[in-house]
Every structure is written in structure tokens, then in C-alpha cells.
């Protein structure tokens, strides 16, 4: 891994985000979780995020269709003392099937034992 990408076994490669891609990236969160309100009967924490604030806390990496560059997927993580949290993980919907979900999961992995951490954690819903 190096500070500009990151690469997981399945050949998924992550590259920071910019600027430029907020907007997409904002759009792509609210389209991954959409769904969830009905799931959840809650909104869910992205859809009721501040990015402004998200963008400044967290690293943000993307995945890139390969057909045109738009974005395919999208990885939140706080790097903390202790671990990296794993903010929100969310492939576009119309990019489910192709494996970006796992291969966040890993990238998020990779780059927790990148640093002097050697731990992801990650938010749950609790049953009940």
C-alpha cells in the first residue's frame, strides 16, 4: 500500500478521493443507503452526516469504474489511536455483485496494518 492507492488481493484498486469528487461521493452514499431507512426504521448515520466535516476527519478512497471513472465505490475511515474505524463502506447500487463490498472490507484491513494500529473496527446495528 502506499499513500496513493491501495490494492487488495482481488486486483480492486483504491485511490484517494479529491475535491472534485465530493459531490459524487455524497450522491453515491445517499443512493448505498437509501434502502436502509426501510431496513433499519431509522435514517442511517451517512444520510445524516455533515461531509464537510466527514471530508476534514476521515480518509476517503474510492474505487473507479474501470469503464469511465466514475465512482464505483466509496471507503470512510477514521484513523484513530487505537484502530481504524471503518465509517461507512457503500458500492453504488449499480455496481453490487462485482465484489467492492469485500473489497473495502479488505482494503480498510490493508490499511489499518499500514500503520502502527493493526486493527479495523467497525460500527454494527445491535439485534433486538
Not at 486486483?11 to 484517494?16: F, H, Q, S
Not at 443507503?33 to 431496513?39: E, G, K, L, S, T
Not at 461507512?88 to 447500487?93: E, N, R
Amino acid at each position: 500500500m502506499s499513500a496513493d492507492e491501495i490494492v487488495t488481493a482481488s486486483g480492486v484498486r483504491l485511490e484517494p478521493a479529491t475535491a472534485a469528487d465530493r459531490a459524487a461521493i455524497v450522491a453515491l452514499q445517499h443512493d448505498a443507503y437509501d434502502a436502509n431507512r426501510h431496513i433499519l426504521g431509522v435514517e442511517p448515520m451517512p444520510l445524516q452526516a455533515d461531509y464537510d466535516a466527514i471530508f476534514a476527519a476521515h480518509e476517503t478512497w474510492v474505487v473507479r469504474a474501470e469503464r469511465d471513472g466514475a465512482i464505483a465505490a466509496v471507503l470512510f475511515l477514521e484513523v484513530r489511536p487505537n484502530d481504524v474505524l471503518i465509517w461507512s463502506i457503500a458500492p453504488d447500487p449499480a455496481s453490487q455483485g462485482r465484489g467492492y463490498g469485500k473489497a473495502l472490507l479488505e482494503a480498510a484491513e490493508i490499511r489499518a496494518c499500514a500503520g502502527p494500529v493493526l486493527r479495523a473496527s467497525l460500527y454494527r446495528r445491535e439485534a433486538g
